[in-house]
């Protein structure tokens, strides 16, 4: 039976059993669609949640990481598809583009600003929570994985750990981050000083395109697989799986974290950060976080340094003694211990703590939050600094974390992947603000309070363009009306996240997605509205 005549027959069904409103009736269509272009086992409506089932508003929500997002006057989606097969991927991309629905591609719903997971035009989500496999295989070469979007860098981890302790991966430290979005946007983390980012260490991926063609590297081409390593997967298809290459990591590393107040020297100590911060021996890496404090009896900033060494403490002491004295490093503030170990200590875990907890896919607790980011390329002066702090003071919430580059990062060409923040930067800053009172007016105060900081910083930061991280999400910078980018429009932010990497992308787009299917707020648009504008 044809997909017409089942959705007569379904039509008829709800018509004479008196459920036949507009609502009903669009589920029903939507999903023998689904149904006709998917494998009958794993069945598809098994994971397909309209609002009318039980657990599609706590399937909505579990990777909803700002609780901005989860208002009543969010909008909702249409429909969520878990995917646990490919053909069900395959069916949704049909199945959207035959009913006129914007396509939602989120791995681990930490997209600031909710671009994976919201939009103002009728809309699904492609969940993919349940495509999580990680392989390792540490024979190949050096050591390499296969690694589902759909994992999380705690699974990733954890699964690496099991199989080695010699073994790592350059990735970000917070381990309920999604793997798809943060490869696909870059994928930083505390080793890129000496190995790079995420995507400098990928090696092949797995790709649906709008066709529903499954690609791999060398089926879709050098263009398009260095588009996704850093350009935004969602803008050019559903990414299945990543290969990367692991790297090796001493059996001892070393970590440390310690605090100062202005009355305690912070102000020396940052200024003589940013000297050595992206100078200093690449196993090194060192992140400054900057809090205000705002007692009744100190108005002060507070400075964190959370440090990870690739050797051991007798090592790092004598490195940090010539290079970094002001911050005073002393063997007991020193800890000793496996790679997979730090990653717990770099997310606040108790030193001791199981490595299951890597496996908790959910963050506790969820907040109200939002983040900018910038890059420093000059040292910013003692008395700016101090300008800072007391900027910081006065907006009471806003806080900064600074994190360097340098080694491998300045050895790496801009062009070699779309992430073009390599040499000629000291570090980058990310820009935070979270609160927990609900409703309009701690939202509007809290993004006023950290775009003024944002605007006080533009004397000190990267220029033409002012550079951000894709992966601190900001919809501040631009944003494409309606999904439906012109050039000239999508430049404006563009820039700013790919530099002159940009217009390559926009090639590439046009080539694999020239109706423009992948799209949201800040996806990349196609040639043909480029070339709309130059004509003009």
């Not at 459920?19 to 409506?45: E, F, G, K, T």
């Not at 992140?287 to 007692?295: I, M």
């Amino acid at each position: 039976m044809g997909f017409l005549s089942l959705s007569l027959s379904l039509i008829v069904f709800l018509l004479c059993t008196g459920m036949a409103n507009s609502d009903l009736l669009q589920q029903s269509i939507i999903l023998q669609c689904l149904s006709n272009h998917s494998v009958a086992s794993p069945s598809i409506a098994s994971v397909t949640y309209f609002p009318t089932h039980p657990s599609y508003t706590s399937t909505l929500q579990s990777y909803i990481r700002n609780l901005r997002f989860i208002s009543p006057t969010t909008p909702h989606p249409l429909f969520i598809v878990a995917p646990s097969h490919v053909s069900h991927i395959q069916a949704s991309i049909i199945c959207c583009k035959a009913h006129g629905f914007e396509m939602r591609i989120r791995s681990g719903g930490h997209d600031y600003d909710g671009l994976s997971y919201v939009s103002e035009s009728p809309f699904m989500i492609l969940d993919l929570f349940n495509l999580r496999s990680v392989s390792v295989n540490i024979e190949d070469g050096n050591g390499t994985a296969w690694v589902d979007s759909g994992a999380t860098l705690g699974e990733l981890f954890y699964a690496i750990g099991q199989k080695s302790k010699t073994h790592g991966f350059p990735a970000g430290v917070c381990p309920t981050v999604g793997v798809g979005g943060h490869f696909s946007g870059g994928g930083y983390g505390n080793m890129m000083r000496k190995h790079g980012l995420s995507v400098d260490n990928v090696v092949d991926a797995k790709l649906v395109d709008v066709g529903g063609n499954v690609l791999d590297r060398e089926s879709m081409g050098e263009d398009l697989f260095w588009a996704i390593r850093g350009g935004g997967g969602a803008s050019f298809g559903v990414i299945l799986s990543w290969k990367i290459k692991l790297v090796s990591v001493p059996e001892i590393v070393t970590v440390f974290r310690i605090e100062k107040t202005l009355e305690q020297g912070a102000t020396d100590i940052v200024h003589q950060w940013q000297y050595i911060a992206d100078k200093i021996d690449e196993n090194l890496f060192i992140r400054v976080v900057l809090l205000p404090v705002n007692k009744k009896h100190l108005q002060s900033i507070k400075a964190k340094l959370i440090g990870l060494f690739l050797g051991n403490a007798e090592e790092l002491i004598s490195v940090m003694n010539e290079k970094f004295p002001k911050l005073g490093l002393l063997p007991e503030n020193c800890f000793e211990t496996s790679w997979i170990e730090s990653i717990l200590f770099w997310s606040n875990y108790p030193i001791g703590t199981s490595m299951e907890v890597l496996l908790d896919r959910q963050p506790q607790p969820e907040k109200y939050l939002k983040k900018k980011s910038d890059y420093v390329q000059e040292p910013i002066s003692k008395e700016n600094l101090q300008g800072i702090w007391k900027k910081m003071i006065e907006l009471k919430r806003p806080a900064l974390t600074l994190n360097p580059y340098g080694g491998k990062m300045s050895d790496i060409q801009e062009d070699e992947t779309p992430f073009p923040h390599r040499a000629g930067n000291i570090y980058k800053i990310q820009y935070s603000v979270t609160w927990k009172d609900e409703g309009n007016e701690a939202l509007e105060q809290s993004l006023d309070q950290i775009r003024k900081l944002y605007e006080y910083m533009t004397p000190y930061v990267s220029k033409s363009p002012r550079s951000s991280y894709l992966n601190y999400r900001d919809v501040d910078i631009g944003i494409n009306e309606n999904g439906n980018a012109s050039y000239s429009e999508a430049v404006i932010w563009g820039r700013k996240y790919f530099k002159d990497n940009f217009d390559r992308l926009v090639q590439v787009k046009t080539k694999v997605d020239p109706g423009n299917f992948f799209r949201y707020e800040q996806s990349i648009p196609c040639l043909g509205s480029w070339k709309s504008v130059m004509a003009e």
